[in-house]
């Protein structure tokens, strides 16, 4: 089975410009997650899906953040205007199930630089 | 509210030499504990879990972690490093639900030939 699918895998702008990540998760999971990572702050949630629904938003940043998830195979998270401190490495993790305990699957992530 | 202190940032060890990361925890409720490992450029994998059966747990690659309610902790070991286990590890503690997992700050593993 294919994994979490992420793109870009690198993507490099300058500030101010709309920048789009894109996650494609394990078919059949019914949650997706999106991380950040930094060296400062390290891993963090930024909003979570369950269903296609966002369930949790309340690691995102800013209003300059938002995602959505359109159907079961697709999410995308948006940053509108861009800021250098947008630098990151973002993840998107998919799971199944409810009551799951904490096992995700992750994609190899987006690295994003904002110059 | 649950949280996960790594202990040292960066380890060495040499080829052949034990590995030991550290992790403690706190948690309000019987937690769940995991071991992710990220390569290079990778995305984290699950290494292994602890979730309520037995005290020690064995994951991938020979590594494997005890529970240790006593001390709040959660130690991953290995008795013979390889090259090919330089990556990044992080613990991570959940409340029993994926949507509550917490990681560490991570440990980065360095194995010296």
């Known amino acids: 089975d294919a994994g979490v699918i992420q793109s870009p895998r690198h993507e490099v702008t300058e500030m101010g410009q709309e920048v789009t990540l894109r996650c494609k998760p394990i078919s059949g999971h019914d949650y997706l997650f999106w991380y950040r990572q930094t060296m400062m702050r390290g891993l963090e949630l930024l909003i979570y899906f369950n269903n296609n629904v966002p369930i949790d938003d309340s690691g995102m940043p800013e209003d300059r953040f938002s995602a959505k998830m359109p159907n079961a195979s697709f999410s995308t998270l948006k940053i509108q205007p861009s800021e250098p401190r947008d630098s990151a490495v973002y993840f998107c993790?998919?799971?199944?199930?409810?009551?799951?305990?904490?096992?995700?699957?992750f994609g190899e992530g987006s690295r994003l630089t904002v110059l | 509210a649950q949280s996960v202190t790594q202990l040292g940032s960066h380890v060495s060890v040499s080829e052949g030499a034990l590995v030991l990361l550290r992790c403690n925890y706190s948690s309000s409720v019987p937690p769940y504990l995991f071991w992710y490992v990220q390569y290079p450029n990778q995305g984290l994998q699950l290494l292994l879990k602890?979730?309520?059966?037995?005290?020690l747990v064995k994951g991938i690659n020979g590594f494997e972690a005890e529970f240790k309610k006593s001390e709040t902790s959660f130690h991953l070991t290995k008795p013979s490093a390889h090259m090919s286990d330089a990556a990044e590890y992080f613990c991570?503690?959940?409340?029993?639900?994926?949507?509550?997992?917490?990681f560490g700050s991570g440990t980065q593993l360095t194995v010296l030939p």
């Open positions: 991570a503690v959940s409340d029993g639900s994926a949507r509550q997992l917490t």
């Open positions: 602890y979730t309520s059966a037995a005290t």
């Open positions: 993790a998919s799971t199944e199930g409810q009551y799951n305990t904490g096992e995700l699957f």
